[in-house]
């Protein structure tokens, strides 16, 4: 496990782009796939998106056409942004690290962020 | 997409009971299920990673078992600080899914 720590803005209006920045401190930025991951108010988990060090992305198709997860090896930090906001988008949104096995197979989410409530509201 | 449907959706337990919450998957994702704690207000923790194997530093009681679509996840002897919502995600198929999520409460 590795210390993820993530932030950005919570209070959002609609139509605006959220943006969130998740940190990743100690450990290997390659060899995994650096996630997003929401959790509405009172409901479960959904799956956002994936980064890996190069580059590739994979995106939910709920998602797709709103969202950007971009990655900084400089920095080891990956980013989240969701444009074109609604209450429906109002969630806990958490960055994860998830294991990539060789062959590119997924695993399973080690480490997670600290969670940042994003309300969007007129 | 693959759909994880768990049951119960509520389990209300007395200290020392086993618990078993089960997932199962729309299709065949192999062994590719894995098993998360959440409290409230708080990330949630993995606990089991590929269907049976236990995370590191998480406590014996906690168990998986499973291939292909049926999955178990096992507390044998409930403990106080058990309560807490758990959830299966399987990593096999983009995009990666939860189940809806099990709330086990201590009676």
């Known amino acids: 496990q590795v210390p993820l720590q993530q932030w950005g803005a919570g209070l959002l209006k609609p139509s605006e782009t959220l943006s969130l920045t998740c940190a990743v401190y100690?450990?290997?930025?390659?060899?995994?796939?650096w996630n997003w991951i929401r959790q509405p108010p009172g409901k479960g988990l959904e799956w956002i998106g994936e980064?890996?060090?190069?580059?590739?992305?994979n995106y939910n198709p709920s998602l797709k056409s709103r969202v950007t997860v971009s990655v900084d090896t400089s920095k080891n930090q990956f980013s989240l942004k969701l444009t074109s906001v609604t209450a429906a988008d109002t969630a806990v949104y958490f960055c994860?690290?998830?294991?990539?096995?060789?062959?590119?197979?997924?695993?399973?989410?080690?480490?997670w962020g600290q969670g940042t409530r994003v309300t969007v509201s007129s | 997409e693959i759909v994880l449907t768990q049951s119960p959706d509520f389990q209300s337990v007395t200290p020392k009971e086993k618990v078993t919450i089960t997932c199962r998957a729309s299709?065949?994702?192999?062994?590719?299920l894995h098993w998360y704690q959440q409290k409230p207000d708080q990330s949630p923790k993995l606990l089991i990673k590929?269907?049976?194997q236990s995370f590191s530093g998480v406590p014996s009681r906690f168990s998986g078992s499973g291939s292909g679509t049926d999955f178990t996840l096992t507390i044998d002897g409930l403990e106080a600080e058990d309560a807490a919502t758990y959830y299966c995600?399987?990593?096999?198929?983009?995009?990666?899914?939860f189940g809806q999520g099990t709330k086990v409460e201590i009676k």
């Open positions: 994860a690290r998830g294991r990539k096995w060789v062959g590119g197979t997924r695993g399973h989410f080690d480490s």
């Open positions: 100690g450990g290997s930025f390659s060899g995994h796939y």
């Open positions: 980064i890996d060090h190069g580059g590739s992305t």
């Open positions: 299709q065949n994702i192999g062994p590719g």
């Open positions: 590929s269907a049976s």
């Open positions: 995600h399987q990593s096999s198929s983009l995009p990666q899914t």
